[in-house]
């Protein structure tokens, strides 16, 4: 399976982005699908994933409530809604697959990772 991240950008506080990630290679339905993040100086971080029905979510404490991921498995896309985006938001942000219906905040379980795309979050 091969991600294809994007979406990214500056934005000022308080605003939104929609990071994408296309997938091309292996059936699609078949993967659970996370977005994750990494800020300069620190760990790559979970931020939240989807089943790959799409039936279970699950998000970071830090982004619940403001983010939402979704998928359309007829574009082979899943996606990341954020919304009252704050300076600590910025970071790059990695789309990843796993091979797997059921998802993990796990990042070690994830199979595939995109190249990533930045969000920079001004104040």
């Known amino acids: 399976v091969q991600l294809q991240a994007s979406g990214g950008g500056l934005v000022k506080a308080g605003g939104s982005l929609r990071l994408s990630c296309a997938a091309s290679?292996?059936?699609?339905?078949?993967?659970?699908m996370g977005w994750f993040r990494q800020a300069p100086g620190k760990e790559r971080e979970f931020v939240a994933a989807?089943?790959?029905?799409?039936?279970?979510?699950y998000y970071a404490d830090s982004v619940k409530g403001r983010f939402t991921i979704s998928r359309d498995n007829a574009k082979n896309t899943v996606y990341l809604q954020m919304n009252f985006l704050k300076p600590e938001d910025t970071a790059v942000y990695y789309c990843?697959?796993?091979?797997?219906?059921?998802?993990?905040?796990?990042?070690?379980?994830?199979?595939?990772w995109g190249q990533g795309t930045k969000v920079t979050v001004s104040s």
């Open positions: 990843a697959a796993r091979s797997s219906r059921f998802t993990t905040t796990s990042a070690d379980e994830y199979d595939y």
């Open positions: 290679g292996r059936t699609w339905g078949s993967y659970a």
């Open positions: 989807i089943s790959w029905s799409g039936g279970s979510t």
